[in-house]
């Protein structure tokens, strides 16, 4: 039944989808080819807007491959993430966003049958060349997971927890940097007078924020959220969203999301990803209202994914 | 998705079989099932729950001061003791044919009126000395009254068991002061209090001071032994340690006698009193009170008098030293000797199943080694006890202990230090017996710890190391304390391998006491389930011991419960922190 939809969906996507194609590609190119390479594993170009060329890059992705032992899940991918901006994954399930995201900060590295191709540089840095602190790269580096992870200890210590691994043991210092954190993650007013309650305690929104907060406390240079809205509610997925407008600025932040309109209502530039590959990069206006490519116009707009 | 497209469907369709299960039948409802799982959570229940009501009420019931009633048969003997068991049974010819012929007739008539049973009590007579037995079976066909003296008295004593007779008169300095048997008791209680005391100053003297001077012997001589062997025997350091045993010998001596007079002065003080108590066979004893650890009218009491000797017998029993190879008396040194040994063996076991399941779990390599490992293990839960106790006498006291010996306390050879059994390597061999019972749960709670929270402890730039102390670690903690109670549990109540490395009958000494250096590892223990053995089966008078098997039982299942409500108010404790709404 799910394959007649589809087929269905196929169908009637081409006839309107046609002159939009048309419109901004031009009539010469091939409409959809680049899902056609993608099946057939042939190279192609991603299509990459221009305005991404004057940006000050964080984070520089270089023909990055990766290999679950034999399966390839990410060809060749080639982006730069801008500074102090929101950049946002979209792409339909399996399609590599997370697998993207999670090798920046080589959290892939657990997995012993991951094999890699290509570069990534942080501010310049490598981080895949050999010699590299793993754990060094990671305190640049701060994540938000999915589902809100916060540990099993008290608002405090979870907040602290990237100081305390270094070995921070002023109360002053600690206090600080736990004001200044729970602030920016907006979640002071409510926590401050149960900082040492247990973190579990929390709702799962404010648990997520907390996991903001914690991941904001080490003041990394990129600041990687995984789907952070997923396992939340929708007002809790609109304080989230507020608060990653907030952050927009002091924080370059990389993103991956399954909500179109939270890309496009939070993101500054936002990335097409299809099987793997990157498809389209550009100003999230641009990516949402005048794609380049048909097939990213179809996945914006819901007709797959 | 285009693999989605592609995919060619089945068009074949499983068609569901209906009307097998009627949704009215007994088993869609579970009813047979209800009962069976029900029944058998029930009947484990009822067994635990059973045991436990054994030993409670038994156990209880020990210490209870019960009557003393006197019967005396159709044949003219007289029976005085406590009533412990009445039964009803049909007595054989035989035994009518054991009484004499002039009785015999009427007993048969009485015996026949009753339908040809009869009721029969055990009564403990005890004065073993008197009459040889502890105990004699009284039927009532055979007995012509009954009564309960006034002034039957039920005597503890601290050798030869009790002695149940009717108090007479009170001697003093052999010249009888009291022929009343009322004024005989006033003069008792006003006496023994002070007797008492006499014997524990004479106890704390043989005990402490003349123990002290026994030790500062031993070191004495231990030291010409040291010269001797570390100098040669003819050695200047041999001689002149020699002489200085010998001068301080002459020292020692001197206080040896000076307490060894304190000590008669003392007996010769107590022996000034005595009580004259007239046996059930009319015989008149007479017993030094020197000799009475508690004396009571048993017919006599009221409720408080009840309450206080139980409460005063229970406190005998927790905080005194056994008597009378461990029949009577208390069972301090076994309490001691078992808390300190789990305490031991906690403290050993734990850290060491900890870090053991934390590298299978965090460290090595999931493989076959891996899983072998693990289930040898498991497997090592199911050795018999008793093998993990001829290890630790092989391995711990005559392979480690003895070269510790060798090497450190040569100048007591042949009389081993470490090359036997000992706290240290009772804990250590019950250590290695629960090393399975620690690993497996902890190794599950450590599986059990979210890799959400592993991830995010990496994502923040944490170590392996830093993540299992911090995350890994607290979050296992309930499941850890969980391994160390079952671990309690299984050693605190473990009796076979301690027979073989360190459990005795009787201890001397504490394994930590006053003496420098306090703690003895080295030192031989009492246990309480070595103990409850010893009662029940090595005792002479097995019979006379049953109450205190009881009695002990129940302190050992009580002090396995504390111990265990301890930890577990831990765990709940920890428990309640980790809790929320993502658990």
Redesign the interface.
């Known amino acids: 039944m799910?394959?007649a939809q589809?087929?269905t969906a196929?169908k009637s996507v081409k006839p309107t989808n046609q002159p939009s194609a048309a419109h901004h590609a031009g009539p010469e190119r091939p409409v959809r080819k680049v899902f056609d390479a993608v099946?057939d594993k042939q190279p192609f170009e991603a299509e990459i807007h221009p305005s991404l060329l004057t940006e000050e890059m964080v984070l520089e992705v270089d023909a990055f491959s990766l290999y679950y032992g034999a399966a390839q899940a990410l060809w060749e991918i080639s982006m730069g993430i801008p500074k102090g901006k929101v950049t946002a994954l979209i792409g339909?399930s399996g399609c590599g966003k997370s697998t993207l995201l999670r090798s920046v900060?080589r959290?892939n590295d657990?997995i012993d049958s991951v094999r890699i191709g290509g570069t990534m540089r942080l501010n310049g840095d490598s981080i895949y060349a050999a010699g590299v602190d793993v754990?060094?790269?990671?305190?640049r580096?701060?994540?938000v997971?999915q589902?809100?992870?916060?540990?099993?200890?008290s608002i405090f210590e979870n907040v602290v927890?990237?100081l305390?691994?270094?070995g921070e043991r002023k109360k002053s210092v600690l206090e600080e940097v736990c004001e200044a954190s729970l602030r920016g993650a907006g979640l002071w007013e409510e926590a401050k007078d149960r900082l040492h309650e247990?973190?579990?305690?929390?709702?799962?929104g404010q648990?997520q924020r907390l996991?903001i907060a914690?991941?904001i406390a080490?003041e990394p240079e990129v600041l990687?959220l995984d789907e952070p809205c997923s396992a939340l509610d929708p007002i809790a997925t609109g304080r989230i969203e507020d608060l990653i407008e907030e952050l927009k600025g002091s924080y370059s932040i990389l993103m991956v999301t399954h909500n179109m309109q939270q890309a496009s209502r939070t993101s500054d530039y936002t990335a097409f990803m299809y099987l793997g590959r990157l498809v389209e990069y550009g100003p999230t206006e641009d990516v949402f209202v005048q794609p380049r490519l048909a097939e990213t116009e179809d996945y914006v707009t819901g007709r797959?994914g | 998705m285009s693999e989605l497209l592609d995919a060619p469907v089945s068009t074949k369709r499983y068609v569901r079989r209906r009307g097998a299960v009627r949704a009215t039948s007994l088993f869609s409802n579970g009813e047979p099932m209800v009962w069976l799982t029900g029944g058998a959570l029930g009947l484990c229940v009822l067994m635990i729950v059973g045991m436990l009501c054994l030993v409670g009420v038994q156990g209880a019931a020990t210490f209870q001061p019960r009557e003393l009633v006197r019967w005396t048969t159709i044949d003219g003997g007289v029976v005085l003791g406590e009533v412990v068991e009445v039964e009803r049974y049909r007595p054989s010819d035989a035994q009518l044919e054991l009484l004499s012929e002039a009785t015999r007739a009427a007993a048969r008539e009485r015996l026949l009126a009753q339908g040809g049973e009869a009721e029969r009590r055990l009564v403990r007579t005890e004065n073993f000395e008197l009459t040889g037995t502890h105990y004699t079976w009284v039927s009532d066909f055979e007995t012509r009254e009954r009564t309960t003296p006034e002034w039957a008295l039920s005597i503890e004593r601290r050798e030869g068991g009790p002695f149940y007779g009717v108090l007479r008169g009170f001697e003093l300095d052999g010249q009888r002061v009291a022929s009343e048997p009322a004024a005989a008791w006033t003069l008792l209680e006003e006496h023994l209090p002070a007797v008492l005391e006499r014997v524990d100053a004479r106890r704390a003297i043989e005990r402490e001071e003349i123990g002290r001077v026994n030790r500062a012997m031993e070191t004495e001589r231990l030291a010409v032994r040291r010269a001797e062997l570390e100098h040669g025997l003819g050695s200047d350091a041999a001689r002149t340690a020699r002489e200085l045993f010998s001068a301080r010998e002459v020292g020692l001596k001197t206080e040896f006698e000076r307490l060894r007079g304190e000590i008669e002065a003392l007996d010769r003080q107590n022996s000034r009193y005595a009580l004259s108590v007239e046996a059930a066979d009319g015989s008149e004893q007479r017993i030094p009170l020197a000799t009475v650890v508690r004396a009571y009218p048993a017919n006599r009491l009221d409720f408080g008098d009840r309450v206080s000797i139980y409460a005063s017998r229970t406190w005998e029993f927790l905080a005194d030293e056994p008597r009378e190879s461990n029949t009577e008396g208390g069972v301090l040194p076994a309490i001691f000797g078992t808390v300190t040994m789990t305490l031991v063996m906690s403290i050993l076991v734990v850290p060491f199943g900890v870090l053991a399941a934390l590298y299978l779990r965090e460290y090595a390599k999931p493989g076959p080694l891996v899983s072998f490992v693990r289930i040898a293990v498991n497997n090592l839960a199911g050795v018999p006890s008793i093998v993990f106790g001829v290890f630790g006498l092989g391995f711990f006291c005559y392979f480690v202990g003895a070269s510790i010996d060798e090497l450190f306390y040569a100048e007591r050879l042949p009389s081993p230090t470490f090359g036997t059994g000992g706290v240290l390597w009772a804990s250590l061999t019950l250590a290695l017996l629960t090393l399975p019972v620690v690993i497996v749960p902890t190794e599950e709670a450590l599986a059990a710890v979210p890799s959400s929270m592993r991830e995010g402890s990496y994502a923040c730039g944490a170590t392996k190391w830093q993540t299992i102390r911090r995350i890994v670690l607290p979050r296992a903690m309930p499941g850890i304390l969980t391994g160390m109670i079952l671990a309690i549990a299984r050693g605190a109540g473990e009796v076979a391998p301690l027979m073989l490395v360190g459990a005795v009958k009787l201890a001397p000494e504490l394994p930590i006491d006053g003496e420098a250096p306090f703690v003895h590892p080295s030192r031989s223990f009492m246990h309480l389930g070595f103990h409850i053995y010893d009662l029940g089966f090595q005792s002479p008078n097995s019979e006379a011991a049953k109450p205190m098997v009881y009695t002990t039982t129940l302190l050992l299942i009580g002090l396995v419960v504390l111990l265990n409500v301890v930890a577990i108010a831990v765990r709940a404790k920890l428990r309640r922190r980790f809790q929320g709404a993502q658990v």
């Open positions: 799910i394959r589809r087929e196929r099946r339909p900060n959290m657990l754990i060094e790269l990671r305190k580096i701060g994540m997971f589902k809100p992870n916060p540990f099993p200890m927890y990237s305390r691994i270094d247990s973190a579990l305690r929390l709702s799962g648990q996991c914690r991941a080490a990687l797959f």
